[in-house]
């Protein structure tokens, strides 16, 4: 009888090991039920890379499309020319001093002009004049005089015409002054005392000459 029951408690003894694998086997499962959940996951997360890197190409090539369109436009070609002016409006100058200039300036090419104007400002070269002046020095003159305020405002637009030339391909070293033509302006009256103040419009035309 003894032996008996040592091998029933042997037998139980035996099958409870193999109720805890039993055991560890429905523990095991919901371990693998969550590798597969991560192995999901990282291939969404996969896809979703790939699906931005996608977007990322189409944004780039979005971007590429933006920058040719905003291209700035190619500047339009200047077409050249052989005649250039320039135009002064209602100057502070006299009529007269801006009509002796002129004919003093005239058949000059536009450095030389600028250089005599110069000159005239210092007081060193006189302008020719005509009527009840003094007598100036100079080779052909008789009477003369110094318009600092009417030869600043001359040398301003011969400056302005030597940069037009320049933009329409003139060459400067051939060209020369052909023509002032000074018209008065309305005169200007002063708020207080009624005093009128001289105005003039000044053209001047540069003409491209041979070599």
Known sequence: MADEQLRQNKQGKV???????????????????????????????????????????????????????????????????????????????????????????KGKKIERAIKDLEQVMLKKKAVPMTGEMAHKKGKGMMTGKYPVKASENFIKLLKSLSANGINHGMNLETAKIRETIPNKAPEQVHRFGGTKFKRTHVKIIAKEGKK
């Open 15 to 105: 099958g409870k090991p193999i109720k805890e694998t039993t055991k560890q086997k429905h523990s095991n499962t919901p371990k693998e039920k969550i590798e597969e959940k991560s192995k999901e996951t990282e291939t969404q997360k996969e896809e979703i890379k790939s699906e931005q890197t996608e977007d990322g190409k189409k944004l780039e090539t979005k971007t590429e499309d933006k920058t040719k369109e905003t291209k700035k436009p190619e500047k339009q070609k200047v077409p050249k020319k052989t005649e250039v002016s320039v135009y002064g409006r209602s100057l502070p100058i006299s009529l007269k001093d801006s009509v002796a200039i002129g004919k003093f300036i």
